[in-house]
């Protein structure tokens, strides 16, 4: 069956502008996790739905990021006057029950 | 901030060796889980050992777990070289009732054919 998929897989966007990232999780997977992964370090933790229900956004880095999850299955985060720390790979979960996640391919975002 | 740490950061070996990687991490855990990322794509996961678990076993993988010493390791025996790339333990700290991970930075392992 399908899995977790994002796009796009690459962005390239100047120091300033707002970007979109997409997540479809796989269908029926109540919980929806977002990771920022710096180049050559583990995945962060950004923040986590249940549902529509954003019930963690802790590790957001700023007011700058923001995330959504409307009607409980695609999500998007948003990033608002992007900076070049903001560089990462954004990888995006998804999962059925406790503790398991699905990971998607990530969006490679790139701040000139 | 990573949960913990992991050992060694880079790690080469030949087809047919065993590969083993070692993590700690800080906090109390519900469980650790390990998973591979290749180049360029997502994490899969590859195994889960509960608190109260010591040792598990999936395929060529092995995996311990002190909680005392809050360590887990990681055995991929008679290495492939499809089993080359990055390997990271992730731990879901007691009471996180998100469950989200947190991640160690990883071991990248190279196996050359």
């Known amino acids: 069956g399908a899995g977790v998929s994002q796009s796009p897989r690459y962005k390239v966007a100047k120091r300033g502008q707002d970007v979109a990232l997409r997540c479809d999780p796989i269908s029926g997977h109540v919980s929806l996790f977002w990771y920022q992964q710096a180049l050559g370090q583990g995945p962060e933790f950004l923040t986590y739905?249940?549902?529509?229900?954003?019930?963690?956004k802790s590790g957001l880095p700023s007011d700058r990021f923001f995330a959504e999850r409307p009607e409980g299955s695609v999500s998007t985060l948003k990033i608002q006057r992007t900076q070049q720390e903001d560089s990462a790979v954004y990888l995006c979960?998804?999962?059925?029950?406790?503790?398991?996640?699905?990971f998607g391919p990530g969006t490679r975002l790139t701040v000139t | 901030s990573q949960q913990g740490e992991e050992d060694p950061q880079a790690l080469s070996i030949q087809e047919g060796e065993n590969a083993t990687m070692n993590c700690s991490y800080k906090t109390s855990i519900n469980n650790l889980q390990w998973y591979r990322q290749n180049s360029g794509r997502g994490l899969v996961h590859l195994i889960l050992i509960r608190s109260n678990e010591r040792e598990k076993h999936s395929g060529r993988l092995r995996v311990t777990l002190d909680t005392s010493k809050k360590s887990s390791s990681l055995l991929i025996t008679a290495s492939r070289a499809a089993d080359t790339a990055s390997y990271f333990c992730a731990t879901v700290p007691t009471g996180n009732a998100g469950n989200m991970l947190t991640f160690g930075g990883g071991t990248r392992l190279m196996v050359k054919p």
């Open positions: 739905f249940q549902n529509e229900a954003q019930l963690d």
């Open positions: 979960a998804s999962s059925p029950r406790a503790y398991e996640q699905y």
